[in-house]
C-alpha cells in the first residue's frame, strides 16, 4: 500500500514538474516575442550594417547561453532577453519592408504563424512516437534548403521563392514537433531557457515563410 502512495506521489510530482517546465518556457518564448517586437520597433530606421552585426550578436547570445546554462539561470535569463532584442533589430529592416508594401501579409502571417505552431506543437507534446529522427531529417533538410536559396539568388527559378516557403514550412513543422516532445520530455527545470530559444527560433522561421507567401500573394 505504502509503496502504491509513494509511486503515485513521484508521478505527480513528475506531471507538476512537467507542468512547470511548460509553464516557464512558454514564459520565456512570450517574453523573448515580445523583445523581439520592440526591438523591431527600436531598429526601424537603422542602417543594413547594424542589422547584421545584431544578428551575429544575437547567435553569440544564444551560444553563451549553452555554457551559461550550467552555471547561472540568471545570466541563461538575461542572454535570452538579449538574444530576443538582437533578433528584433537585425530583422527590423526586413520587417520594414514587408510593412511598407503591404501591412495585411503581416497580420496574416502571424495568425498562420500561430495556427501552425499551435497545431504541430501540440502534436509534437501529444505523440508517444520518438521524433528525433525526423529532428535529424530536418536537419540535413534544413542545409539543403539553405543551398537551395544560394541557387535562387543566381538562377532565377519559376515560383523558386514560393517553394522555398513551402519547403522551409515543412522542414520546420518537424522541428516544431521535436521541440515540444523535448519539452514534455525533459525534466531539468534549467533547460527551460535554452528550449524557449529553440522554440522561439522555430516561430521565427514559420513567421518569415509564411510571410513571403502571403506578400507573394498579394503582389501577383
Avoid at 25 to 41: H, I, P, R, S
Avoid at 69 to 98: D, E, H, M, N
Avoid at 145 to 169: D, E, K, Q, T
Wanted: charged share 10%.
Amino acid at each position: 500500500m505504502s509503496e502504491s502512495l509513494t509511486y503515485r506521489g513521484s508521478g505527480t510530482a513528475a506531471r507538476a514538474q512537467i507542468h512547470t517546465l511548460f509553464g516557464q518556457t512558454m514564459g520565456y518564448v512570450a517574453v523573448t516575442a515580445g523583445l523581439f517586437a520592440l526591438g523591431a520597433y527600436l531598429g526601424r530606421n537603422l542602417a543594413g550594417g547594424v542589422g547584421i552585426f545584431a544578428f551575429i550578436a544575437a547567435f553569440a547570445c544564444l551560444i553563451g547561453m549553452r555554457f551559461a546554462a550550467k552555471r547561472s539561470q540568471g545570466l541563461t535569463v538575461g542572454l535570452l532577453a538579449a538574444f530576443g532584442l538582437l533578433l528584433g533589430l537585425a530583422f527590423s529592416p526586413t520587417l520594414t519592408y514587408y510593412a511598407s508594401m503591404d501591412t495585411r501579409a503581416l497580420w496574416q502571417a502571424g495568425g498562420a504563424t500561430a495556427l501552425f505552431i499551435a497545431g504541430f506543437g501540440a502534436a509534437g507534446y501529444a505523440t508517444r512516437r520518438d521524433l528525433s529522427g525526423i529532428a535529424r531529417i530536418s536537419f540535413w533538410a534544413l542545409l539543403a534548403l539553405i543551398v537551395f536559396g544560394i541557387v535562387l539568388i543566381f538562377i532565377h527559378i519559376p515560383h523558386g521563392a514560393l517553394i522555398y516557403s513551402v519547403l522551409g514550412l515543412v522542414i520546420f513543422a518537424g522541428f516544431t514537433m521535436f521541440d515540444f516532445q523535448r519539452l514534455r520530455l525533459s525534466q531539468d527545470i534549467t533547460a527551460a531557457p535554452l528550449l524557449a530559444a529553440s522554440i522561439f527560433l522555430d516561430i521565427l522561421n514559420v513567421f518569415l515563410f509564411f510571410l513571403e507567401i502571403f506578400s507573394n500573394a498579394e503582389r501577383s
